[in-house]
């Protein structure tokens, strides 16, 4: 069996098999390799290109493997899976680790359009051909003989598909017409050319292959028969000292690992060893060498299997000397059986829910490439979020904090489907609303999972406790596990979303956000105007927070807001477009916070950020308003006197704990009013404004 070197085009002709005479005898034919490839090698592919290769389309590294097999009449085979890209793993046992490389095309054009004759001119020269023409490159060679089995890949990957085009290179040595290596005699079975020694040298043989699987094996030796008539195995790396010897070559077997199982036809890999030798041993025209094929597996003993060959450099003189003067051949046939590369369609083969995961983040992956480099996807993907609210707003976030990548995902909520809600919370659908309505929390967290298997979602059905909602001795037991869990929940999370209805209900998980250093961001709608801003952080090793929370602008302490309101004023009634901006600010807004050097405590004024961030400036808040268009992002101050994150407030919750809760809920708002001095405060407005009142009634003025 012989190859051919393949034109411009993927198409190719494929060249005259049939073996030829000569001077000394027929033709030497040697088995090509084939290409065996794990569903694996194409998911490990697939990340080693999204996110390491990007739009590079230079060659990187890679291991394939080959071994012994028991099919008769099979051509050798080299093996890639997914640890092929770690070219420091070791080979399966029994196997031999071939070196690799692998060129990604960033487009079909860009594949179709290669010179096919020069990379397998450029890859045979740097894999193994440059090291066979000079001393110390012959060295490394005898060393790890394995690079005269270098293969390479050519691909392109439509990722978004899951299709690959690719083609296999072996490369080999090539010599002119009028050169070849033919068989200087009939090939002698092993039991017949080592007749006293079979026996011993299989049990050698196979020892030493069981010693270097685990190593990785190098598939190549020596035999030498010395004086004495007896066969001692060598390594390669002994061959200077055998030259030195002055070794007769009729005494000396080069032995190499043969995969192939066709009769009479050795690995293609004899191809490039025979060059070996002829360049290391400096051999004249018309040498001789002794070749010993080694093919262990398909008997116990070396009988019929392993054997000798004789082989004649014909005319060789000069033909070797220069790497100018040699081509190389090796591309693999694709299943046409004509030179051109092959196409496989990975979905068939992957884990659906792998599957998922990959393409689910092939998008956030590409902004890596130009747009985005510093994008941190595992960090968002370890990124644990809270969404106290799951309504609109809720369901609305959940979604787009998907699509930014994050695998952790709480909703807490008390409330049920109800039959208005599917067509404005797009986590739920009309079955959830029957029989009184599933939980809405619960739901959240399943529908998540049925769109992508791999969310880690989880529910928690609690009522938030509330200023200005007292309880009574019956319910305490409940709302103490209530906000047992709501801390469990806030304790456990790095990003808070509340999205609540009412005022007062965003305050309890304000505190708790304030007291365990979360990042908190808010968001609340109006008719035709939205709010999202994100709660300040204490400064590193004090007490003291820079931005303002939600509360900070107000002057009076959060109350029952749903006291004689009607059924409009209960219910959230906003143009349905607003929940879905709103939303999408919330998000984007915690995926700046992510990204900033600073993180949560990222300056909330443009005038202080940096504007060679790729997301831009993290604004403490934005305030949109669709009647003018116009969004503007005030920043403010937080104040000492907030009843959300004042140290007065923190204070109290630290040493009181739900004691202090159960007061702030039972007490009217003069409670926190008077425990933070924004009692104080009104009082002095109050005065001020009396002042102000006798000024305008003097005439003097």
């Not at 990604?104 to 740097?126: P, Q, V």
């Amino acid at each position: 069996m012989s190859s051919a070197e393949p034109s411009s085009n993927i198409s190719m002709a494929i060249s005259d098999s049939s073996t030829t005479t000569g001077g000394g005898g027929p033709k030497m034919m040697f088995a090509p390799f084939s290409s065996l490839i794990s569903p694996t090698f194409w998911g490990k592919f697939d990340e080693v290109k999204v996110e390491v290769l990007q739009l590079n389309e230079d060659p990187v590294p890679i291991c394939g493997f080959y071994a012994p097999h028991d099919m008769p009449g099979v051509n050798p085979i080299i093996s890639v899976d997914n640890t092929s890209f770690d070219v420091t793993s070791k080979p399966h046992y029994g196997a031999i680790k071939a070196p690799g490389m692998i060129k990604t095309t960033i487009s079909a054009e860009h594949f179709k359009a290669i010179d096919y004759n020069e990379l397998m001119r450029n890859f045979g020269k740097s894999l193994f051909g440059e090291m066979l023409f000079s001393e110390e490159g012959l060295t490394r060679l005898a060393q790890n003989p394995t690079m005269l089995a270098s293969f390479f890949i050519l691909t392109y990957a439509d990722l978004k598909k899951y299709k690959f085009l690719f083609w296999f290179g072996f490369p080999a040595i090539s010599l002119p017409s009028v050169e070849t290596f033919k068989v200087g005699g009939s090939t002698v079975p092993a039991s017949e050319a080592f007749p006293n020694y079979e026996q011993d040298l299989a049990k050698r043989l196979q020892q030493q292959q069981q010693q270097e699987s685990g190593e990785g094996g190098k598939g190549f030796f020596l035999l030498v028969k010395n004086s004495e008539g007896s066969i001692e195995l060598k390594s390669l790396e002994q061959i200077d000292q055998i030259i030195t010897s002055q070794t007769p070559l009729s005494n000396l077997w080069f032995g190499f690992l043969d995969t192939s199982s066709i009769d009479d036809t050795p690995s293609w890999v004899l191809r490039n060893y025979l060059a070996f030798i002829k360049l290391k041993l400096k051999l004249p025209a018309e040498s001789e060498v002794n070749i010993f094929s080694y093919r262990p597996g398909r008997s116990a003993t070396m009988k019929d299997v392993s054997c000798s060959y004789r082989v004649l450099f014909h005319g060789i003189e000069g033909a070797v000397d220069s790497l100018d003067t040699v081509k190389f051949v090796g591309w693999e046939r694709n299943d046409k059986g004509a030179f051109g590369p092959k196409h496989v369609d990975a979905q068939m083969t992957m884990d659906p829910i792998k599957l998922a995961e990959n393409s689910v983040d092939f998008n956030l992956k590409l902004m890596k490439w130009r747009l985005f480099p510093e994008f941190d996807l595992k960090m968002m993907h370890r990124t644990k979020c809270l969404i106290i609210g799951a309504g609109t707003l809720g369901c609305n976030v959940a979604r787009c904090l998907m699509g930014w990548g994050v695998r952790h995902i709480a909703f807490a909520d008390n409330g049920n489907v109800s039959y208005s809600n599917p067509v404005r919370q797009s986590l739920y659908n009309f079955d959830d609303c029957s029989s009184g309505g599933k939980g809405k929390a619960e739901t959240a967290a399943a529908s998540l999972k049925k769109i992508f298997p791999g969310i880690k979602s989880q529910a928690a059905k609690i009522m938030v406790p509330m200023p200005g909602h007292p309880i009574s001795a019956g319910t305490v037991e409940q709302v103490k596990k209530d906000y047992d869990k709501l801390v469990e929940l806030v304790q456990e999370c790095d990003v808070m979303f509340l999205l609540m209805d009412t005022r007062e209900s965003r305050w309890l998980p304000t505190v708790l956000g304030a007291k365990y250093g979360k990042i908190v961001i808010n968001a609340a709608l109006g008719f035709d105007s939205y709010l999202v801003m994100r709660h300040g952080m204490s400064v590193p090793g004090t007490n003291k927070r820079t931005l303002g929370c939600y509360y900070c602008t107000d002057v009076v302490a959060p109350g029952d807001s749903t006291k004689d309101r009607t059924l409009d004023q209960q219910c959230t009634v906003t143009r349905p477009g607003v929940s879905m901006i709103a939303a999408a600010l919330a998000v984007e807004l915690m995926a700046s916070i992510l990204h900033h050097p600073e993180k949560a405590m990222a300056p909330g004024n443009v005038m202080d950020s940096d504007s060679s961030l790729t997301l831009g400036f993290v604004p403490h808040s934005i305030r949109g308003f669709l009647g003018t268009g116009e969004q503007i992002s005030p920043s403010f101050q937080a104040y000492d006197k907030c009843t959300g994150c004042s140290e007065k407030v923190l204070a109290e919750l630290d040493q009181r704990g739900f004691d202090f809760v159960t007061d702030v809920l039972n007490s009217s708002s003069e409670y926190l009013e008077k425990l933070t001095g924004l009692d104080k405060m009104k009082e002095i407005a109050d005065l001020a404004e009396g002042i102000i009142e006798l000024s305008d009634d003097d005439d003097d003025f």
